[in-house]
Structure formats: C-alpha cells, structure tokens
C-alpha cells in the first residue's frame, strides 16, 4: 500500500455512540477513510465481504457472537486480512487471546485518538500492533517455563462466560446479553468449572480474581 493510498477501516461494534466517536477521530486522518460498519458479528462478517477494506476495528464483545469468533471467521475466509481488536477488557488477557487468534493488534477503548490512527496504519502496513503495556507483559512470558494455566484451557466462549460470572452476572443475564439461551450459558458453566476443577460460582470468581481476570 502507497503512502498516498487511502486505507480503509471497517468498524464492527455493537454501540452506535462508539463508532460515530471513532468515524470522527479517523475523519481527521486524510489517509484513512472509513468504509463500512455493523452492529453484530454475522453482519460484519456479511458486508466486510463487500467493503473492500483493507482493516478491521472489531470489537471483542458482540450481542450474538464473541469478537474472537467472528476474527477466526473472517481469518479462515481471508488469512491476509487485518483485524484490530477493540476492548473494554484489560490487555494482558484478551489481548494474547486474540493475538493467538490471528489478531494484527490489539487496543483497550481508552487508547488515545493518537494511538488508535497508529494502530490502523502499522497493521494495514502489514506489521502487528501492540500498547507498550502489552508489549512488557507479552515479552515476560517468552523463555519461561510454566505450565498452562487452567483458564488457557478454555474456548472462546467459555472464558467469556468465566469473566462474566465473576463480575457479579447471573447466568440468565449473561445468556440475554449474548442472545443464547440459558441452557446454553449453563453448559458453558459447567464444562468450564469442570475444566477449572472448581466447584461452584464462589471458587471461580476467586480464582478470577486471584489470577487478575478481571478488574
């Protein structure tokens, strides 16, 4: 891509106010133009497909599907492409998540205006974009010797629910708020306390809390 060359930006986030906030900051930016959007991930997996763009802000907390899965999506349909996730959540968790998921970047919502154009640019330029914060926590990991932590062992879903329990939701709030069924939350839970060789909600919120998956 030609420095001149305008870089197209998908934005996939559930909140309207979110995006008309990003659409302002990136209209300050003469090389980058936005070019597409959606409010859920089958809708960005649909007209990503038509837009033409050459990245994707993708947030990682959708209403019917969880960012990460649309991600695997739309890697598994176009390997080259460009995704950088947007998140509520804190960094060294979800981050490495979807990085491990074929993620070019990751950024936290409270990123600066400044940061956010950066990102767009580094990973439409092909490179992979992480905060310095990430960086540091990211290159801590690399040479040691440690097993796999329990929560590691989770799918995608699984550990959404496992956050979600432990922030105080119950399993009929979580199931509205992800458009599932509460049989299908419950079974969620199951298998994760099973995997997590935990006994009850309590016993996951601690460890959540103790191994700082949560704020």
Do not use: W
């Amino acid at each position: 891509m030609t420095e001149k060359a305008n870089i197209r930006v998908f934005i996939a986030d559930d909140h309207a106010i979110v995006r008309e906030g990003l659409k302002q900051i990136l209209a300050e930016s003469r090389d980058i133009v936005v070019a597409g959007e959606a409010e859920n991930g089958v809708d960005a997996i649909k007209l990503f497909r038509s837009a033409k763009c050459h990245v994707m802000l993708l947030d990682i907390s959708l209403p019917d599907r969880s960012g990460i899965e649309v991600l695997k999506q739309l890697k598994k349909e176009n390997p080259e492409m460009a995704v950088l996730m947007l998140s509520m959540h804190r960094e060294d968790q979800y981050a490495i998540r979807s990085l491990k998921a074929g993620a070019a970047g990751y950024l936290t919502k409270q990123s600066a205006p400044r940061e956010l154009v950066t990102a767009i640019r580094q990973v439409a330029a092909g490179q992979k974009y992480v905060s310095a914060a990430l960086a540091q926590a990211l290159a801590a990991q690399v040479g040691e010797d440690h097993e796999v932590a329990l929560h590691d062992t989770l799918s995608d879903r699984e550990y959404q629910t496992l956050t979600m329990i432990a922030s105080g939701k119950t399993v009929s709030a979580i199931a509205a708020e992800l458009s599932l069924s509460v049989k299908t939350i419950s079974e969620y839970r199951a298998r994760l306390l099973v995997k997590m060789r935990l006994k009850n909600s309590a016993e996951l919120t601690h460890y959540a809390i103790r191994n700082q998956l949560i704020e």
